[in-house]
């Protein structure tokens, strides 16, 4: 495995509901990172823990809301999603100050939302 | 801004012919270039990189991938595909400030 655990593997949710993912990453990297991948669509960068600031993408709704509470553990909060949030999200990591910053994915959670 | 594009959705070939999957990119100053490939229900796995040197880039897996500059490209090859190759194919470049940007995939599919 690539040393990124992401859990639930599958999410079902109402809009109404709120649910969190979690991933965890044992490869001592300095940053982490949540994609959304839909169907036909460029892989979406939507935030980065670098060195413990975060930089996000500003087309993210405000539904989405990341937490890092330490190197080794990131979440995605996620509260009154919309249908069009049904993707499989990923998150990654890497060791930032390395240059070459190859990013190591989870097998990420496949989310429906009905 | 960097882009990377992947002009084919979808490539098809025989097991044990040649594959070739395109990308070119658009970067200011030196590209830090990548391969991913993921498989079904799996996240992406790195398969190679280009950071300087030599043009011709080996990676996992019997792949490799030819840097050309002129034409801004780095097309991922394999002499002799296989049919455990079928995958979906994500080309990547980096920037001067770490910033990753990938493309919209190549969905490989090999034929027996």
């Known amino acids: 495995e690539t040393g990124v655990t992401q859990t639930p593997r599958h999410l079902v949710m109402g809009m109404t509901n709120k649910k969190s993912l979690k991933c965890e990453q044992h490869?001592?990297?300095?940053?982490m990172y949540w994609y959304k991948q839909s169907a036909k669509k460029p892989l979406e960068l939507m935030f980065v823990?670098?060195?413990?600031?975060?930089?996000e993408n500003n087309s993210v709704p405000s539904r989405f809301s990341p937490e890092c509470p330490n190197s080794s553990h990131l979440f995605l909060h996620l509260h009154t999603l919309q249908p069009e949030d049904s993707a499989l999200y990923l998150c990654?990591?890497?060791?930032?100050?390395?240059?070459?910053?190859?990013?190591?994915f989870g097998a990420g959670t496949r989310l429906s939302v009905l | 801004a960097q882009s990377v594009a992947q002009p084919e959705d979808q490539v098809n070939v025989a097991e044990g012919n040649p594959l070739t999957v395109k990308c070119t990119y658009s970067?200011?100053?030196?590209?830090?270039l990548f391969w991913y490939v993921q498989y079904p229900n799996r996240g992406l796995q790195f398969l190679l990189k280009?950071?300087?040197?030599?043009?011709l880039v080996k990676g996992s897996y019997g792949f490799e991938a030819e840097f050309n500059k002129s034409q801004t490209s780095f097309h991922l090859k394999k002499p002799s595909a296989l049919v455990s190759d079928s995958a979906l194919y994500f080309c990547?470049?980096?920037?001067?400030?770490?910033?990753?940007?990938f493309g919209t995939g190549t969905k490989l599919q090999v034929i027996p």
């Open positions: 990654a990591s890497s060791h930032q100050t390395s240059g070459e910053n190859i990013q190591y």
């Open positions: 490869l001592g990297h300095n940053a």
């Open positions: 823990y670098s060195l413990e600031e975060r930089v």
């Open positions: 970067v200011s100053g030196n590209p830090y």
């Open positions: 280009y950071i300087t040197g030599d043009n």
């Open positions: 990547a470049v980096r920037d001067g400030y770490q910033k990753v940007t």
